[in-house]
């Protein structure tokens, strides 16, 4: 090795500084004495320079140090020289003197510190918004919201939606706790930004902002007292989603600029999702309350006659259907109650929502329900008369009850006839046909009369029940044949233990494979007369 007047430092455009192995100071350039003014030549390095410096050399000068260095290569020492970061470098010589070049790397520091933070804040921008974006409900999106920012961008932080009435729905989160929902009668208005906030105004920046003008409602219990405060909007889709308040505690840092942008950055994604979960909310509430429109009442004994449907709809997710029907009392006593079945061309919401507008129609057809030619044809022009290209079969049943008899009338309109079961376990085929509804101008059909002795039933079903393709090969039609054979066991049952006794028949037919809608009623005379003084209820179930 070069001895230290041999190196040539003198010139170097870093500060250098040579030292022997006591520590003493033996040389320096003028970059290092413009630098380090007090460690001149013959001074010791402990009482001139740095500690970290003085440690290094001391480090360094030890014979174990200098041969475990030479075998493997370490980090350069760091530390501070006012103010800025520098590496030193060692290099020894031949004369024991080791010779310090100190490069100054703070802004190569800075840069590697940015861009670390820069990815951590990345990291946590994704981290928040597949948390956000796993939720569909409004309260989960808040508490989350605000247990993230709590967590990673202030020492508490509250997220307020907009109100409710007079109430502000807000919740709360301290780090390091869980989060906490209220709703406050207060004005947003007397906080400074936080009612521009809700509005979706862009943030008033945290230096405008008073930290004692708080009031005692947006800090959370045993916080004390606040130092900084952010209020920056949760932007929706297209309205504000509400506003994010975030608190830092009294001897921390205030917010910086930086950080207020990194806070909108997140409010951006934490509005997104909420807004997302309550538009979601909405809707799901919206269609519930369609689905509950969609759905008739619950069918029950009318007039000394019992009624009893079941549905199944032709995937297990969905509620309703094609399939469709209902059972309209009479307005005066002592007349027919009409029954309706039908099965709509398609399956699934479209089907479902032409299956609304026939129901509506037909309600609106109940004076003519005697009539059933006559109810068909109105029906046949409002669905030509429609946007709707698809169309339905239909089975009309007008049941009244006369004695220990219910008298029938039965008319088809594309649909299978309906199903006779006598007490003596015969089962008959109604002589009922009739051509489809709404697919060309004019509708014809044939009515059957038919009459009930008490414990007999007419089942109503649509072709789901027919066509189950099912069976110990998978591919064969539950059939009407086989139908007829199953209801000849169902004599003397009621209608309610009939529809039910049908229904687990198909689906074990089915064996979970795929089927179309299913739908089937029963209409039967009761056995005994105080039923129908009665009124007894049965359980009836629909969705179609």
């Known amino acids: 090795m070069e001895s230290a007047r041999d190196f040539p430092w003198g010139s170097a455009p870093y500060p250098v500084l040579v030292a022997d192995s006591r520590g003493a100071l033996v040389q320096r350039n003028r970059v290092a004495a413009a630098l380090l003014p007090r460690a ?14 003085a440690t290094a050399h001391r480090t360094q000068s030890l014979p174990a140090q200098r041969q475990g260095a030479s075998s493997q290569k370490a980090e350069p020492p760091t530390g501070t020289i006012d103010g800025r970061r520098f590496e030193a470098h060692p290099s020894v010589h031949t004369d024991g003197t080791v010779a ?14 940015a861009l670390h933070m820069e990815q951590e804040r990345t990291a946590f921008l994704t981290q928040a918004s597949n948390t956000l974006l796993s939720s569909l409900n409004p309260e989960r999106c808040m508490d989350v919201t605000a247990q993230l920012a709590a967590e990673s961008l202030a020492d508490a932080a509250l997220v307020i939606a907009p109100a409710r009435g007079r109430r502000l729905p807000v919740v709360r989160c301290v780090r390091g706790n869980s989060p906490t929902a209220a709703q406050e009668s207060v004005d947003p208005n007397a906080v400074p930004g936080l009612g521009e906030a809700l509005r979706g105004f862009p943030p008033v920046p945290s230096r405008w902002i008073d930290p004692a003008a708080a009031p005692a409602w947006m800090v959370p219990e045993g916080f004390g007292p606040v130092s900084s405060v952010v209020i920056t909007p949760l932007p929706g889709h297209g309205v504000p989603a509400g506003a994010l308040v975030l608190l830092r505690k009294a001897g921390t ?8 942008v990194f806070a909108r950055l997140f409010a951006a994604r934490a509005g997104a999702a909420m807004s997302a979960a309550r538009l979601y909310a909405e809707q799901s509430a919206i269609t519930e309350v369609l689905m509950r429109e969609l759905l008739p009442p619950t069918l029950h004994q009318i007039s000394g006659v019992d009624f009893a449907g079941r549905y199944r709809p032709s995937a297990d997710e969905e509620r309703i259907g094609g399939d469709f029907y209902d059972v309209h009392p009479a307005s005066v006593e ?21 299956t609304g507008k026939i129901r509506n129609t037909l309600h609106a057809l109940l004076p003519l329900a005697d009539d059933h030619q006559r109810v068909l044809d109105l029906l046949n022009t409002a669905m030509l008369s429609s946007h709707h290209t698809r169309y339905a079969t239909l089975v009309l049943a007008s049941a009244v009850r006369r004695g220990n008899m219910v008298e029938l009338k039965v008319t088809s309109a594309g649909h299978p006839p309906p199903l006779i079961v006598r007490a003596d376990g015969t089962v008959e085929v109604a002589d009922t046909r009739g051509t489809l509804v709404g697919a060309v101008p004019r509708v014809t059909s044939c009515s059957a009369a038919v009459t009930l002795a008490a414990g007999e039933a007419c089942v109503l079903y649509t072709d789901g029940i027919s066509e189950a393709k099912g069976g110990p090969l998978g591919d064969t039609l539950f059939g009407e044949e086989r139908l007829k054979r199953a209801l000849a066991q169902c004599a003397g049952m009621p209608a309610e233990g009939i529809a039910e006794h049908v229904q687990m028949l198909a689906s074990q037919w089915l064996g979970g494979r795929r089927h179309d809608d299913m739908a089937v009623v029963v209409i039967s005379a009761p056995r005994t007369h105080h039923l129908s003084a009665v009124q007894g209820h049965t359980r009836g179930r629909f969705t179609g």
């Open 334 to 354: 002592g007349e027919a109650t009409l029954v309706t079945l039908g099965d709509v061309c398609g399956k699934g919401l479209e089907a479902a929502v032409l």
């Open 40 to 53: 001149v030549p013959g001074s010791l390095l402990e009482d001139t320079v740095p500690q970290w410096l």
């Open 253 to 260: 840092t205030a917010f910086s600029q930086e950080e207020e």
């Open 100 to 113: 310090w070049w100190l490069v100054d790397d703070t802004d190569y520091q800075l840069t590697r510190e």
